[in-house]
């Protein structure tokens, strides 16, 4: 079975700032790994996913993730936020192969400060 | 090109009641998954509908049903409503040919249970 692990519930960053939301799983077989972003009742939109290859991958908005197998880790990072990025962030898990739900993390809320 | 639509976006019922929410995918997309969202936390699983079955399913009782028709639109279904129902509901439509199956979300429908 699959799980997600979302560190940080909450994090708070001032305008500009560099941001990196941590995102942790745990899986026994090969796994596609995406981040959806949520804004203030909407629905979750896709930010940027894994599949394979190249393990930096990146968002047209500035976002850019990072795979690494060894640490089982897939972090979200931006170099300068903008209050527009004020949002619910979440991670999600789907088995390489043959399974076809997603497994989410809690999120974290990134709040960007003036 | 229309994205993933759900109706209503609202809706309230009382405890032991009956709800029906209603999903269209997005063009081109054949395969129907159903998410449960409650407050602060990541969407779960509930169900997935490709080719008019149920595919695979989530941790949910009984009381969760759905459909999928012939044009590919899906309803879930929820008996015998529980104070612990209310929650945002997310469809999610896909594409299984696609291999991966890269879910896109719609709105929500927000069920309030008294």
């Known amino acids: 079975a699959q799980s997600v692990t979302q560190l940080d519930s909450q994090v708070p960053v001032f305008e500009e700032a560099p941001v990196e939301l941590r995102c942790n799983y745990s899986?026994?077989?090969?796994?596609?790994l995406f981040w959806y972003v949520q804004y203030p009742n909407q629905g979750l939109q896709l930010l940027l996913k894994y599949l394979s290859g190249s393990t930096l991958v990146e968002s047209i908005n500035g976002f850019e993730a990072e795979f690494n197998k060894s640490q089982t880790s897939f972090h979200l990072r931006k170099p300068s936020v903008h209050i527009s990025d004020t949002a619910e962030y979440f991670c999600a898990v789907s088995r390489g192969s043959g399974t076809y739900k997603y497994i989410f993390g809690t999120g974290t809320r990134l709040k960007v400060l003036a | 090109d229309a994205g993933v639509t759900q109706s209503p976006t609202h809706l309230i019922k009382t405890r032991g009641q009956q709800v029906t929410l209603r999903c269209s995918p997005k063009?081109?997309?054949?395969?129907v998954s159903w998410y449960q969202q409650a407050l602060g936390q990541g969407p779960q699983f509930i169900f997935q509908?490709?080719?008019?079955?149920?595919?695979q399913r989530g941790n949910f009782p009984d009381r969760f049903s759905g459909h999928q028709f012939p044009n590919y639109s899906s309803e879930l279904n929820v008996n015998a409503l529980l104070l612990g129902d209310s929650a945002l509901y997310l469809c999610?439509?896909?594409?299984?040919?696609?291999?991966?199956?890269?879910?896109?979300f719609g709105a929500g429908t927000r069920l309030s249970v008294l």
């Open positions: 063009s081109g997309h054949d395969t």
């Open positions: 899986s026994s077989v090969s796994v596609y």
């Open positions: 999610a439509s896909s594409l299984t040919s696609q291999g991966v199956g890269i879910q896109y």
């Open positions: 509908y490709y080719e008019e079955e149920e595919r």
